[in-house]
Structures are given as structure tokens and as C-alpha cells.
């Protein structure tokens, strides 16, 4: 009964403080506010330092690389790490079913009580070289929103993309929200057996 009680505590409070990425015909967009290209993880009473660690954390837990992974790295400020991921989503195009890759680039900025998240670079595509694209033509690639950036084409493709960004945010969330205070502690965490 502790634990499910636990569970839902944990859950509601991951709800009320829900970030999320949409797809719009610009790219990822902060769903509370289109003119956001990023979100903003909410940790209370955390360091950047424990913010920064507990990413780190999540990194290397989750790439079976995680120094290839990571691009750029400034101590308790700042990190981005690149993602390759085959078969990342199926688009229906006419009567084909086709298989895309996805790499992406995701940077994370580091402050007390909260952290920056962002997709900065994102390119889906298949082995015959169609792209998938936020908005465009007939003839311009796999596009979610037509070219005028008013109708969405596939709703499918959108929800998928959504679906994967938003759990991906939601596990960094689980990582932010343990109770680490330095490298130290991660250190002692593998070692105490």
C-alpha cells in the first residue's frame, strides 16, 4: 500500500509540473508556448551541480557510449549529446510502409531548481533518401503540415515524434527528480555493493 500510494504521489506531482514538446509546422515547440523551441524542467532544491550530475547519470545509463554520445560539455552548465536511432518511426506514404532513422542533437543548460531542455537538430529519413519535414510540399519530402503550415497531413507521424520526445523528457525528469548531490555520490552508488 506504501508503494502504490508513492506511485500516484510520484505521478501526480510529475503531471502537475508536465513539460512537453509538440510537433508544429516550425519543429518541436514548448506546448504551453508555441514560441518556445525548448522546455524547462522544474527541480526544486537542486544545485545545477546535482542537475548536471544526475543528466550525466541518464547518459551513461542509457547510451551504450556515452562518450561518443556526448558533443560538448561544460562542468555544471551545460551538456548536448547526439542520437542515432534506427527504425525510430514507420511512415505510411500511398500504399508503402516505410522505415526512418532519426538523429537528433539535445542540448541541457543547467541552473539552480531548474534545467533547459532542447532538441536543437533533428533529421528523420529512410534508405531512399525521403526526409521527413515539419511542413512542405507534395514533392519536398514526408511532410507532417503542408506547405502553407495551416493543414496537418499526418497526424500519425506527429504523435509519434511527440510520444518519443516526451518520454525522453519524462526519464531526464525521473534522473533530475533522485537525490544526488555530486560525482561523488554516483561514484559511491556503483561502488557500495
Do not use: C, H
Amino acid at each position: 500500500m506504501k508503494k502504490l500510494l508513492f506511485t500516484l504521489t510520484l505521478l501526480f506531482s510529475i503531471s502537475l509540473f508536465s513539460q512537453e514538446l509538440t510537433v508544429t509546422p516550425d519543429g518541436l515547440r514548448d506546448a504551453s508556448n508555441n514560441d518556445k523551441s525548448y522546455v524547462v524542467i522544474n527541480t526544486p532544491d537542486k544545485t545545477a551541480e546535482q542537475n548536471y550530475n544526475n543528466v550525466l547519470k541518464y547518459i551513461n545509463k542509457t547510451y551504450n557510449n556515452p562518450k561518443e554520445a556526448i558533443k560538448a560539455n561544460i562542468s555544471f552548465e551545460y551538456l548536448k549529446f547526439d542520437t542515432f536511432i534506427s527504425d525510430f518511426l514507420i511512415t505510411k506514404n500511398g500504399i508503402s510502409k516505410d522505415t526512418n532513422d532519426a538523429r537528433f542533437s539535445i542540448e541541457i543548460s543547467f541552473r539552480n531548481d531548474k534545467v533547459k531542455f532542447e532538441v536543437v537538430s533533428l533529421s528523420i529519413y529512410n534508405d531512399a533518401g525521403y526526409e521527413v519535414l515539419f511542413s512542405g510540399g507534395a514533392f519536398s519530402g514526408f511532410a507532417i503540415y503542408n506547405k502553407k503550415k495551416t493543414k496537418l497531413k499526418k497526424p500519425k507521424t506527429k504523435k509519434d515524434i511527440e510520444v518519443y520526445f516526451n518520454n525522453t523528457i519524462n526519464n531526464i525528469k525521473g534522473y533530475l527528480l533522485e537525490d544526488i548531490k555530486s560525482l561523488e555520490d554516483v561514484k559511491s552508488t556503483v561502488d557500495d555493493w
